[in-house]
C-alpha cells in the first residue's frame, strides 16, 4: 500500500512538471524554424541543388538577383522569386538576428499546392487561406 502510494506521487509530480512547461509553449508558441541560415549563392542553382531546407539568394557584384527554396508544404515544387527592384512582383529578403531570413511580402503560389505562407525568422506562417488559388483580378487591379 505504501508503494502505491509513492508510486501515485511520483506520477503526479511528472505531470505537474508537464502541465508547467505546456502553459510555458503556449505563451511562446511559434512555428519550428524551417531555415536555419540564408545561402548566398553568385550564380544560380540548379533545382536538384535545392533541398528541403535550403533557401538560396543568388547576389552578384553585390546586387541581389534571386531567391530560391523548396516549396515548405512538401510538394517539391521550387519557388523563385525576384529581388530586383526593377520588376514588378518583387520581394525583399532581410537576415533576421538569428542569421535566418525573413521575406516580405508573403509567397501565395497561383497554381499547384496554392501554398500561401509568411516567412519570418526562418519560421513557417501559414496563412488561413492556404490552398486555395489567389484571385488575380484581384491582384491587377
Ligand atoms: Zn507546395
Known sequence: MEKLKMIFRVLKKLFGR????????????LPP???SCITLVSTTPSNSQIGFNDFFVVEYKGK??????????GCGEIIS??????HDNTWQVV?????????HPSVWQN????????LT??????CGNTGSPPDLYDEVE
Open 33 to 35: 524554424i524551417h531555415f
Open 64 to 73: 541581389k538577383y534571386w531567391t530560391l527554396f523548396q516549396c515548405p508544404c
Open 111 to 118: 497554381q499547384g499546392c496554392c501554398s500561401h505562407f509568411i
Open 81 to 86: 522569386l525576384s529581388l530586383q527592384d526593377e
Open 121 to 126: 525568422d526562418g519560421r513557417i506562417y501559414w
Open 18 to 29: 508537464k502541465e508547467q512547461s505546456e502553459n510555458a509553449d503556449a505563451v511562446t508558441s
Open 95 to 103: 537576415k533576421s538576428k538569428h542569421n535566418r531570413p525573413t521575406l
